[in-house]
């Protein structure tokens, strides 16, 4: 083919992107390296503990190894551990002397989540902290990790942002679950109580001045950010 400079852009919508289908995330989880055992033996004990099955996705997950590993991260504080699956994700992704502090609210979950971390590849690299997400990171020294991820209760996403930019070093990973609100972001009457929170989350990340941060469509979207 004759190397002829095209004006027009492939898709015409300049500066826009591609419209994402279904079709295109069974793409991108079919080309995704699968979560392995080890997580698929947590995810059917937890189920069979009743834990809520509630966990990030294995592209989100490999998304988000892939930031810390880019990033050189060493440190990283975690709200919301539930089963320990991110937690246990996040520590594959650090050198053998990082850690990942995750703070967990419940007792039956902290418990789970100790239990199966003892037994993972990264049991010396993970603390989990029990108690509310408020309470401990107020614990958590300023400057002291590389990264955040945000999860857990969405009311308190403010607060958690607050703490987690003291937390944070400049130049620092932010993180935040759920900017797609479970599937309900457009929707005028959501049923679930937390997605009007979610709702005005995303609109004050997005005009906080103390980040540089986009929302990535993987999972029910990601929010990522650098501390600036
Ligand atoms: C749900 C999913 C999440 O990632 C979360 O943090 C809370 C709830 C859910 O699907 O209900
Ligand atoms: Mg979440």
Redesign the pocket.
């Known amino acids: 083919m004759p190397a002829t400079k095209r004006i027009q852009p492939r898709i015409n919508m300049s500066a826009e992107s591609t419209r994402i289908t279904t079709d295109h995330f069974q793409y991108i989880a079919a080309r995704t390296i699968p979560e392995d055992a080890f997580l698929r033996d947590l995810n059917a004990a937890a189920a069979a503990a009743e834990i ?1 099955p ?3 996705s294995a592209e989100q997950a490999a998304l988000m190894r892939i930031l810390l590993t880019a990033a050189n991260t060493k440190t990283v504080v975690e709200v ?1 551990t ?1 089963a320990g699956y991110s937690a246990i994700n996040m520590a594959r992704a650090l050198p053998a002397d990082g850690h990942v502090h995750t703070i967990e609210a419940l007792s039956k979950h902290a418990d789970f989540a100790r239990d199966w971390i003892a037994r993972s590849d990264v049991a010396d690299r993970i603390t989990v902290h029990e108690g509310k997400g408020a309470d401990v990171l107020r614990t958590l020294p300023a400057d002291s990790a590389d990264a955040a991820f945000l ?2 209760d ?1 009311p308190k996403y403010p607060l958690y942002l607050d703490e987690c930019l003291r937390i944070v070093r400049t130049g620092g990973l932010i993180m935040a ?2 900017a797609f609100a ?1 599937g309900q972001l457009f929707d005028e009457n959501p049923t ?1 109580p ?1 997605a009007p929170a979610m709702k005005a989350f995303n609109d004050k990340i997005a005009a906080d001045p103390r980040l540089d941060a986009v929302i990535i469509p993987i ?2 979207g990601l929010w990522i950010g650098v501390k600036k």
């Open positions: 809520p509630i966990r990030i919301g539930l999860d857990a969405k679950d759920n479970f679930d937390e999972g029910d």
